[in-house]
């Protein structure tokens, strides 16, 4: 029901609420004090007069007279403080009523301006608008909510336009094998395997791109409350990749300081399986990778380094970005699709962390997460 009733009436109503109990307590403490500090006697069943002192008086007709000049001077004033008080209060009321529809109109007036926003047009933002005070600054934030919405909007449609580009390009590579193999009469056993190997691939790579967007959209919502051991988690890792490390003849050091963090165990491996993943794709034959991890105050800091072929510095701030590669055609190559790192970076993120990357001395890269202990 008070949903009902508009702000202004509800202001007004308020206001006449309050301005009729002061209104009434200031009529009735006046009329007490009237009644109090003058004499009102009963005359029809009293002989007597009380006067302000208590002591009694005989009535003489003077006294009658002057009690009903009171008496009638007391009823005038009684009655035209009630009426006073309602005019007060229907006054006050109506002007409450007035006052309000004034200073709520640049109320209405952003009110409309927010309702003309057409819901596919967020570019739009509010300008001529200036009240002048709390509603500006409402104004402000509101244009400000539109311009991250806007943001907001713009890389959800950039990330599904990745998405679909991504998922497009190894069905297109299947679907031209297999009219390649349709149209050729009589393929042979080992055009139809070649075939197959690639539908194989691309299959692959697709369930490895739609398994890295399933990831991310779990990295937002995952429970991070669990106790780690990172120690014993980066030597897991450690081993899930020795044999690829050993293949491409890697030097590989490790130096982890026991710790345990509260985190989410498969999230967090899965975001620095990413980097190590990465450190030895982008690393050369007979290169090196170091893992040093140790606890500095309330944080766990690890450090991943390799001597691979580095980011150059017009990159660096794109890394982190969803479908960003550095070179398209090798990372692809490799079987990336330039999820690694977002991923990592939304999980760190969700851990109340941080993640950057700085360039190694010599060559190659160093990604530095710092994830706080408690
Ligand atoms: P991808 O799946 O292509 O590896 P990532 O998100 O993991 O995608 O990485 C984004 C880009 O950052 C990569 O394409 C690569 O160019 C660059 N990159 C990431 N890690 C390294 C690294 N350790 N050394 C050199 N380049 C790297």
Do not use: W
């Not at 509603?135 to 991250?148: H, I, P």
């Amino acid at each position: 029901m008070t949903k009902k009733i508009s702000l202004r009436m509800r202001l007004t109503l308020i206001t006449s609420a309050i301005l009729a109990v002061f209104c009434i307590m200031f009529t009735l403490f006046s009329l007490y004090n009237a009644n109090s500090n003058f004499v009102i006697p009963d005359v029809a069943n009293d002989n007597n007069v009380q006067g302000s002192t208590g002591v009694e008086a005989p009535i003489s007709d003077e006294n009658v007279k002057y009690v009903d000049v009171i008496l009638v001077g007391y009823n005038a004033f009684s009655t035209s403080s009630y009426i006073f008080m309602i005019i007060s209060i229907i006054l006050g009321s109506l002007l409450m009523y007035a006052f309000s529809g004034v200073a709520l109109k640049q109320v209405r007036l952003l009110t409309q301006k927010i309702a003309n926003i057409d819901k596919n047009e967020l570019s739009f933002r509010i300008t001529d608008f200036s009240a002048g005070d709390e509603l500006n600054k409402l104004a402000d934030s509101f244009n400000m909510m539109l311009t991250r919405l806007d943001i907001a909007f713009a890389r959800e449609s950039r990330f599904s336009a990745n998405a679909a580009h991504e998922l497009k390009t190894p069905l297109t590579v299947i679907k031209t094998n297999l009219d390649v193999l349709y149209l050729d009469e009589c393929p042979t056993k080992e055009d139809c395997l070649e075939s197959l190997e690639v539908v194989k691939k691309q299959t692959n790579r697709m369930i490895a791109l739609v398994d890295d967007l399933l990831t991310m959209s779990t990295a937002n919502v995952c429970n991070t409350d669990n106790y780690v051991d990172i120690d014993a988690m980066l030597g897991e890792i450690a081993a899930e990749y020795e044999p690829r490390i050993s293949e491409m003849h890697i030097r590989f050091n490790i130096d982890v300081k026991a710790c345990r963090i509260k985190a989410n165990h498969v999230m967090l491996k899965h975001a620095i399986s990413n980097i190590l993943d990465n450190a030895i794709k982008y690393n050369y034959q007979g290169g090196e990778i170091e893992i040093r991890a140790y606890p500095e105050e309330n944080n766990y800091t690890l450090c991943i380094s390799d001597t691979g072929i580095g980011i150059s510095e017009e990159h660096v701030k794109h890394i982190f970005e969803p479908f960003y590669r550095v070179d398209k055609s090798r990372s692809r190559a490799i079987g990336g699709a330039g999820l690694g790192l977002a991923i990592a970076y939304d999980i760190i993120l969700k851990h109340q962390g941080t993640i950057e990357y700085s360039a190694a001395k010599q060559k190659g890269s160093i990604f530095k997460i710092v994830l706080p202990i408690e």
